[in-house]
Nanobody, 124 residues
Framework: QVQLVESGGGLVQAGGSLRLSCAASGRTFSSYSMGWFRQAPGKEREFVAAIRWSGSSTYYADSVKGRFTISRDNAKNTAYLQMNSLKPEDTAVYYC?????????????????WGQGTQVTVSS
């Protein structure tokens, strides 16, 4: 069992930055690929970014490529999402998710555990 807790969301002006954190419980964090997804009001959940369990590979949605960076610190059981050059269309609830030894990075239902989400609001 893995519990995920997101933090770092908030209100920011367009062009600003935020860093989201996802703290995981358990001693097998390094065996899980981690993903970030988001859901805006009235829209479906969408993939944002993912990082392989080893940290050797990262994956991004086209809409955030070049602006967002996903990383992980296995010693701290934590994954991060650094978000720069934020736009109003980035406004959403952001969720982190964990997939055991996962390779289905873009597919939400393949993830085994989800956090409760953190709100990110970008004002214009």
């Amino acid at each position: 069992q893995v519990q995920l807790v997101e933090s770092g969301g908030g209100l920011v002006q367009a062009g600003g930055s935020l860093r989201l954190s996802c703290a995981a419980s358990g001693r097998t964090f390094s065996s899980y690929s981690m993903g970030w997804f988001r859901q805006a009001p009235g829209k479906e959940r969408e993939f944002v970014a993912a990082i392989r369990w080893s940290g050797s590979s990262t994956y991004y949605a086209d809409s955030v490529k070049g602006r967002f960076t996903i990383s992980r610190d296995n010693a701290k059981n934590t994954a991060y999402l650094q978000m720069n050059s934020l736009k109003p269309e980035d406004t959403a609830v952001y969720y982190c998710a964990a997939q055991f030894a996962g390779t289905y990075y873009y597919t939400g239902y393949k993830y085994d555990y989800w956090g409760q989400g953190t709100q990110v609001t970008v004002s214009s």
